[in-house]
């Protein structure tokens, strides 16, 4: 039974093996081979936010340039001055023919996991602008902070070292590992490849002495041995690095205005991990075109702490919002942060087996899951609604749970070859 969690709390449960669609994918924001970058060619180009996208070069790719906010973002302050070109994109929008959806819901997936940069999702469009001022101030090393396994801090280093810094990654682990050498699975490997240096942290300690504090002694250490450290926040959440998803809303709305049917959105539903994401996503709906209701569903700490931070965002750019009126965050933390119940597992190799979309345990895993279930007891909230689910990403955090999901693939065998087929030595070479 697919997505068997969502069955139950239908009204009407019916087998949900997803059909077979026939209709085809629908795809936009897609260009060439070199994709389309919406965003930070706006140096060469008008101010005008209804312009068409133009192409990326070959050489603007890890470029910095001056940076020209959307019209309707252009009382934000402070403005950043520069932005490096991270990222491939735009990422592209695709119908999403989930099954069991109410009647006359349609979902369209905003695939920011193909974002490029050894898949940094989401993470990239934050470090184009964080890393631009990491660059001005004369930056010779990045020191971030996160999760052992952690999207953020692998994308921080592999950023890091396309622009020639250094990165320096403190990565929070189980008390009965701290000591040992953490491994090569998942995002570690990359990291570990990159050359990053890996300080680890038990949960307890980083409980009891908070990720600032922790990011700062690093920094003072560094800074004693004659390094210039610049320190980036957990998922790189702060009001610069807002800047990322403000600028996402504005690719999504020139997205949308090159498409000949003008297709609009009427809900935005994201992962909800740092913070950042949805502050500007959120930001970007309220003050742009789109005014789609943006939903997020939390992964860790509780809704009210995040409609805290948030608040704390946007007035760190003067928006003069409440961010109770602009997002509406809900509880998909399940068990805890980065743990999985097996109906989620279930349901994220369900997703990919009916739909060919991988999502991640730990993100848009479970606000997808999240999502299913309240469409599921909520039908009404969301029938006839296009809604848009942006995919941020983390598709490494799979490794770690490979234990757990070997139970759900078991579909291989040894190919049974009848004595009746012709053989012959050396007909099948191998080159």
């Not at 990919?352 to 039908?379: F, H, I, Q, R, W």
């Amino acid at each position: 039974m697919l997505w068997s969690a969502t069955a139950r709390l239908s009204a009407n449960p019916s087998p949900l093996h997803l059909p077979v669609s026939n209709q085809s994918i629908t795809v936009f924001g897609k260009s060439k081979p070199s994709r389309v970058r919406c965003s930070h060619s706006r140096a060469m180009e008008s101010n005008d936010d209804t312009s068409k996208a133009k192409g990326l070069s070959f050489d603007d790719f890890l470029s910095k340039k001056p940076y020209s906010p959307p019209t309707w973002a252009s009382h934000l302050k402070p403005i950043p001055s520069h932005v490096f070109s991270l990222a491939h994109l735009p990422t592209p929008i695709h119908k999403w023919n989930l099954p069991n959806l109410p009647q006359n819901t349609e979902v369209w997936l905003k695939r920011d996991d193909l974002s490029g940069m050894q898949l940094s999702g989401n993470k990239v469009r934050k470090l184009e602008f964080l890393l631009a001022e990491a660059v001005a101030q004369g930056a010779d090393c990045i020191i971030t902070i996160g999760g052992i396994q952690s999207n953020h801090c692998r994308a921080t280093a592999v950023a890091a070292k396309y622009l020639n810094l250094d990165s320096y990654l403190i990565l929070r682990t189980s008390k009965l590992l701290v000591d040992k050498d953490p491994g090569l699975t998942g995002n570690l490997l990359v990291e570990r490849f990159m050359g990053a240096h890996i300080q680890l942290i038990s949960k307890e300690e980083y409980a009891k002495i908070g990720s600032v504090a922790l990011t700062n002694v690093l920094k003072e250490q560094l800074l004693k041995e004659g390094r210039r450290p610049y320190v980036i926040p957990v998922g790189g959440s702060n009001s610069l690095g807002t800047w990322g998803y403000i600028e996402a809303m504005r690719e999504i709305e020139e997205q949308l205005q090159i498409r000949n049917n003008r297709i609009k959105f009427d809900d935005i539903v994201v992962a909800c991990g740092s913070g950042g994401t949805i502050a500007g996503l959120s930001l970007g709906s309220w003050l742009g075109a789109l005014k789609a209701k943006v939903h997020a569903f939390c992964v860790c700490d509780d809704p009210d702490y995040f409609y805290d931070f948030v608040q704390d965002l946007i007035d760190g750019l003067q928006a003069g919002v409440n961010a109770r009126d602009i997002v509406s965050i809900l509880n998909a933390k399940g068990l805890g942060y980065a743990i999985n119940t097996s109906e989620e597992l279930k349901f994220v190799k369900e997703v990919a087996a009916a739909t060919g979309v991988v999502l991640d345990p730990v993100y848009s895993g479970k606000a997808a899951y999240g999502m299913m279930k309240d469409m599921a007891e909520n039908p009404k909230k969301w029938e006839g609604r296009k809604v848009l689910f942006v995919h941020t990403g983390g598709l490494l955090g799979l490794f770690d749970k490979v234990d757990q999901m070997a139970p759900l693939v078991g579909n291989w065998q040894r190919m049974d070859v009848n004595e009746s087929i012709p053989r012959k030595e050396g007909i099948g070479k191998m080159f």
